[in-house]
């Protein structure tokens, strides 16, 4: 079974919007590299620089 995690959130300050995008990059390689991991994704808002989504999908009901 696969399971999907979406998260939703906002950036309180715009001069952290930088630091945010370079931790989810980060974030991303990382789980990208674990096997248990099908797909792993950020996205930031076009309207809006301070909203961001993450969005995963594992496997197993241990991943979660």
């Known amino acids: 079974m696969v399971y ?3 998260v939703h959130f906002r950036v309180k300050d715009q ?3 930088s630091k945010v995008k370079d931790k989810l990059t980060e974030a ?3 789980y990208s ?3 248990e ?3 792993w994704f950020i996205m930031q808002s076009v309207y809006d620089k301070k909203d961001f989504t993450t969005a ?7 991943a979660v």
Do not use: C
């Open 28 to 30: 991303s390689q990382v």
């Open 37 to 39: 991991t099908v797909s």
């Open 4 to 6: 999907t995690l979406v």
């Open 33 to 35: 590299r674990d096997k």
């Open 15 to 17: 001069a952290a919007i």
């Open 56 to 62: 995963g999908w594992r496997y197993g009901p241990e």
